[in-house]
């Protein structure tokens, strides 16, 4: 068991470790949202109605974000070092995931802070589902960004692809119009749309309006494509080791 959980623990520190030495990205990882909600939020004059949109982007940018260090460690050879180490593939991907996952977690809790501009009230009961909800986001966003990022060579092409797919999947997910007002191939999309599930998840558990599809629904959703995105993810570092190693 230590041959599994202890590679894996030192992944989760090291992610851990490198974010502290660069705490500019809390900033920038929650200020982005935040501006964009207060801008669309006040303009609009309902901030509760895009808070669970705006929470799920500060997660998602983080989460993704946090995955760049694929594409880095592949440059400076500590991918390739993972690789043939004896630890097993699966624990190296865990650990990675859990450690971005983490920190995409702690910035969502750090949004909850301006949870009252929304008039969003929670209580410390409320607070345990909050907060887990939003690490079963972080866990499923950050799979999907390994995916991504295992796959890329260079940050450039990292960024075209999160512009080309995350923030369209973002703009579909019921963050800016309910699902209940979209026609057509768009309200088509919505139900196709992971992230749908994640701002409905977080409206269910906020109470907040616009809570579709349903909460129990959006729960299942979200922790099984997550758990897809995780075996994917340890498909892909395996495959990588096999065809490093011949």
Same mark, same amino acid.
């Given at each position: 068991m230590n041959s599994f959980f202890l590679p894996a623990a030192t992944l989760w520190q090291r992610e851990l470790v490198r974010f502290w030495r660069q705490k500019s990205r809390v900033m920038g990882v929650v200020a982005s949202p935040l501006v964009f909600w207060l801008l669309i939020g006040s303009g609009s004059g309902d901030l509760g109605r895009f808070y669970a949109g705006a929470l799920v982007l500060t997660v998602m940018f983080s989460a993704i974000f946090s995955t760049i260090s694929i594409i880095e460690d592949r440059r400076e050879g500590f991918l390739l070092s993972m690789l043939v180490s004896p @630890?097993?593939?699966t624990a190296m991907v865990l650990g990675k995931i859990l450690g971005s996952a983490t920190l995409a977690w702690i910035q969502g809790l750090l949004f909850l802070c301006f949870a009252p501009l929304a008039g969003v009230r929670i209580d410390l009961l409320q607070l345990i589902p909050v907060a @887990?909800?939003?690490f079963l986001i972080a866990f499923t966003l950050t799979g999907l960004g390994f995916v991504i990022a295992w796959r890329m060579e260079s940050t450039a092409g990292f960024h075209a692809i999160m512009n080309l797919l995350l923030l369209p999947m973002w703009l579909v997910s019921g963050a800016m119009f309910p699902m209940a007002t979209a026609?057509?191939? =768009?309200r088509a999309i919505m139900w196709a749309n992971p992230l749908t599930y994640s701002v409905a998840l977080l409206n269910?558990?906020?109470g907040l309006p616009n809570a579709t599809p349903g909460g129990l629904a959006s729960l =299942? =959703?979200?922790a099984a494509i997550g758990l897809a995105l995780l075996a994917a993810s340890g498909a892909m570092a395996a495959q990588k080791s096999t065809h490093s190693a011949a």
């Amino acid at each position: 068991m230590n041959s599994f959980f202890l590679p894996a623990a030192t992944l989760w520190q090291r992610e851990l470790v490198r974010f502290w030495r660069q705490k500019s990205r809390v900033m920038g990882v929650v200020a982005s949202p935040l501006v964009f909600w207060l801008l669309i939020g006040s303009g609009s004059g309902d901030l509760g109605r895009f808070y669970a949109g705006a929470l799920v982007l500060t997660v998602m940018f983080s989460a993704i974000f946090s995955t760049i260090s694929i594409i880095e460690d592949r440059r400076e050879g500590f991918l390739l070092s993972m690789l043939v180490s004896p @630890a097993p593939r699966t624990a190296m991907v865990l650990g990675k995931i859990l450690g971005s996952a983490t920190l995409a977690w702690i910035q969502g809790l750090l949004f909850l802070c301006f949870a009252p501009l929304a008039g969003v009230r929670i209580d410390l009961l409320q607070l345990i589902p909050v907060a @887990a909800g939003i690490f079963l986001i972080a866990f499923t966003l950050t799979g999907l960004g390994f995916v991504i990022a295992w796959r890329m060579e260079s940050t450039a092409g990292f960024h075209a692809i999160m512009n080309l797919l995350l923030l369209p999947m973002w703009l579909v997910s019921g963050a800016m119009f309910p699902m209940a007002t979209a026609h057509g191939w =768009v309200r088509a999309i919505m139900w196709a749309n992971p992230l749908t599930y994640s701002v409905a998840l977080l409206n269910h558990i906020l109470g907040l309006p616009n809570a579709t599809p349903g909460g129990l629904a959006s729960l =299942v =959703v979200t922790a099984a494509i997550g758990l897809a995105l995780l075996a994917a993810s340890g498909a892909m570092a395996a495959q990588k080791s096999t065809h490093s190693a011949a």
